[in-house]
């Protein structure tokens, strides 16, 4: 099935969303996982990301770091955040890596996959 991947660099677990939650406050600078940053406040997704994700032309699907061996194993070792697209035959590739991902803001965030996802709507 085609879809995107959204691959944050956290961990799952309600006990490490709360750890998160709060090195997103003390130490944004230091925080690992740019997806998150850019996406979730404090304790919930952003609503206009969420109004976003409803107007892609593919489904979508969020993993967590700790996720990609039982799921993607492919994908253990890509640098993260990151989100991939997913093609009707399984294969996986990198829709916007991690490298082009720190630099931006949601918006920013928001545009690229705009760009890089109009051949398939």
Request: hydrophobic residues 45%; charged residues 15%.
């Amino acid at each position: 099935m085609r879809q995107l991947l959204f691959v944050y660099n956290a961990t799952a677990g309600p006990g490490h969303a709360l750890l998160d939650s709060l090195h997103k406050v003390l130490s944004p600078g230091t925080y690992p996982c740019t997806l998150c940053g850019l996406t979730y406040g404090l304790t919930s997704m952003r609503p206009e990301w969420k109004a976003f994700l409803r107007t892609l032309p593919l489904p979508a699907r969020f993993l967590y770091r700790d996720q990609l061996p039982d799921t993607y194993p492919a994908l253990v070792g890509q640098p993260l955040s990151a989100v991939f697209i997913e093609a009707e035959a399984g294969q996986v590739a990198p829709l916007v890596t991690a490298a082009e991902m720190q630099p931006l803001d949601l918006p920013g965030l928001m545009a690229l996959l705009r760009e890089r996802l109009a051949p398939a709507a």
